[in-house]
């Protein structure tokens, strides 16, 4: 299981309901729902139990709890990706050649106009 499965997990099971956790952790609910099936299906059982009142932890998924939080205390902390302010690209205009830096003649010709 990965790290972020197991995060996903604990999150789920702290507040036993799939919406909040993934609100909480700040991920689309379908996120939130496949990481839960990837694990069950690794384990082979159901790690929750939805019922009308609600949802419940299984035996296997409160073992499975236990665990997942010593993994992840264990596990180094997650790394922030670094962003670089995003926006839209910008098309260079001209004529398929580098622009022309200020103060250097412009390339083929002999001198520069003022």
């Known amino acids: 299981m990965k790290i972020n ?3 996903h997990f604990v999150a789920a099971a ?3 309901h799939l919406a909040r956790a993934a609100d909480k952790l700040d991920i689309p609910l ?3 729902n496949s990481s839960i099936a990837a694990i069950e299906a690794e384990i082979g059982q159901p790690v929750f139990v939805r019922t009308g009142e609600g949802t419940k ?15 992840i205390a264990a596990a180094p902390a997650p790394v922030k990706k670094a962003t670089n302010g995003g926006g839209k690209a910008k098309a260079s205009k ?3 050649r580098a622009p ?3 103060g250097e003649p412009k390339p083929f010709k002999k001198r520069q106009g003022r």
Request: charged share 35%; glycine share 10%; no cysteine.
């Open 30 to 32: 379908a996120m939130m």
């Open 100 to 102: 022309a830096v200020k």
């Open 57 to 71: 932890l299984t035996k296997i998924g409160t073992v499975l709890l236990e665990d997942a939080r010593a993994d």
């Open 94 to 96: 001209g004529k398929g």
């Open 5 to 7: 499965q197991l995060r």
């Open 14 to 16: 702290e507040e036993l």
